[in-house]
């Protein structure tokens, strides 16, 4: 069974462009989560989507966006990047059911903000 | 406020020994907790988990123990090998809020 799929790998941007990212789940898995990677702060959660519906929202400014589409595949969106958005995106899938789950991770998508 | 501390940021043992792991956390309604393993610009890997009517969980050779009345919890890898070299983070989660809250991680080194 193929695992959690984000592309692209790597993704360079300058201050005040836009970036979109792309997780395609585990087949079955019904949730789809981001979260974003930093040296200073670790892993801290974005967002979480089941059935194209949003669950749950990190504390992150309304730049951030992500959505949930009818075959679970998931997208983020960040626009006006500042450097500090510089990280590895980070998505996860499950099941969904619960919510108390463990996540099947992606390797990820490291962001340069220039 | 930092709900999931891992208070050592690395530990060194030596393969064949016991490596130890700690977690403490301070939101009382976390009821399942779990424990990854990272190497660098890959994605987490879950090693384990344990839900809250539980104090312990075996799997091989990685053990949790939970400790509500303390809200600690502890991975115990016995024997350690160098392949077990990474990140291991502490995540924990609240039934029906959909998101794990992780501490800041542990960088264990297991030496030859």
């Known amino acids: 069974k193929a695992g959690v799929t984000q592309t692209p790998r790597y993704l360079i941007k300058t201050r005040g462009q836009q970036v979109t990212l792309s997780c395609s789940p585990i087949?079955?898995?019904?949730?789809v989560s981001w979260y974003q990677q930093t040296p200073g702060q670790g892993l801290q959660f974005l967002f979480e989507?089941?059935?194209?519906?949003?669950?749950n929202k990190g504390n992150f400014p309304g730049r951030f966006s992500g959505r949930q589409f009818s075959n679970s595949r998931s997208e983020m969106n960040v626009s006006t990047l500042e450097l500090g958005d510089s990280a590895l995106y980070l998505c996860a899938s499950s099941l969904g059911g619960t919510g108390n789950e463990k996540l099947f991770f992606g390797s990820g998508t490291q962001l340069s903000v220039l | 406020d930092q709900q999931v501390k891992q208070n050592s940021p690395s530990l060194s043992v030596q393969e064949g020994r016991i490596s130890i792991l700690n977690c403490d956390y301070t939101n009382s309604m976390f009821d399942y907790f779990l424990w990854y393993k990272k190497y660098p610009a890959e994605g987490p890997t879950f090693l384990i988990s344990?839900?809250?009517?539980?104090d312990k969980n075996e799997d091989g050779r990685f053990t949790v123990f939970l400790n509500k009345s303390a809200k600690h919890l502890s991975l115990h890898i016995v024997p350690s090998q160098p392949g077990d070299s990474a990140v291991y983070f502490c995540a924990a989660s609240v039934r029906s809020n959909y998101k794990l809250t992780f501490g800041k991680g542990t960088l264990l080194t297991v030496n030859p």
């Open positions: 087949s079955g898995h019904r949730s």
């Open positions: 344990i839900s809250s009517i539980k």
């Open positions: 989507y089941f059935s194209e519906t949003q669950r």
